[in-house]
T-cell receptor
């Protein structure tokens, strides 16, 4: 089955800096790659996603890139703000069977 | 428009007992998936329901079972609870597109 690895497990940045989180997946059949933000005591919130026929997608301060050949995808957050502090999860999906990475705890210091 | 809702919020059970968790999907969504999230880990896929049938299943024992009702709501049942079943149980719903939205979860503690 699909295996998703996520790095780093923790990331601390200064407000205004950029943050990058990277994931790899194992199943070449995976065709959908969402990113979720989870705040304490809440369920994961979908923040951006990308499909296998697209290499890059951007939404304001966040962007995701996908390299299908290398089976890598990354989340980029620019101009980070304290409210970006949370745990971020990547996931890879094959027809609805979604597998998650272990998460990255992002801390943005004011 | 209400998003995904789950009940109860918290639950405490004893080893060996059985538990039922409930989920109402986001309006317009017909597919419901259940996940188990242990502390400090990512969600683990349990199973997915569509048209009242289990369509896909992750690596979970038969003690975990579910049901989907005609109104698309769903239940997760866990029998013979173990201490290791303590976790946040998340329900997620989607329509025919891949975008999946999560509920707030049910925190299950097994003592």
């Amino acid at each position: 089955g699909e295996n998703v690895e996520q790095h780093p497990s923790t990331l601390s940045v200064q407000e205004g800096d950029s943050a990058v989180i990277k994931c790899t997946y194992s199943d070449s059949a995976s065709n959908y790659f969402p990113w979720y933000k989870q705040e304490l005591g809440k369920g994961p919130q979908l923040i951006i996603d990308i499909r296998s026929n697209v290499g890059e997608k951007k939404d304001q301060r966040i962007a995701v890139t996908l390299n299908k050949t290398a089976k890598h995808f990354s989340l980029h957050i620019t101009e980070t703000q304290p409210e970006d502090s949370a745990v971020y999860f990547c996931a890879a999906s094959v027809w609805g069977d979604m597998r998650f990475g272990a998460g990255t705890r992002l801390t943005v210091k004011p | 428009d209400a998003g995904v809702t789950q009940s109860p919020t918290h639950l405490i059970k004893t080893r060996g007992q059985q538990v039922t968790l409930r989920c109402s999907p986001k309006s317009g969504h017909d597919t419901v998936s259940w996940y188990q999230q242990a502390l400090g880990q990512g969600p683990q896929f349990i199973f997915q329901y569509y048209e009242e049938e289990e369509r896909q299943r992750g690596n979970f024992p038969d003690r975990f079972s579910g049901h989907q009702f005609p109104n698309y709501s769903s239940e997760l049942n866990v029998n013979a609870l173990l201490l290791g079943d303590s976790a946040l149980y998340l329900c997620a719903s989607r329509d025919r597109v891949d975008e999946q939205y999560f509920g707030p979860g049910t925190r299950l503690t097994v003592t």
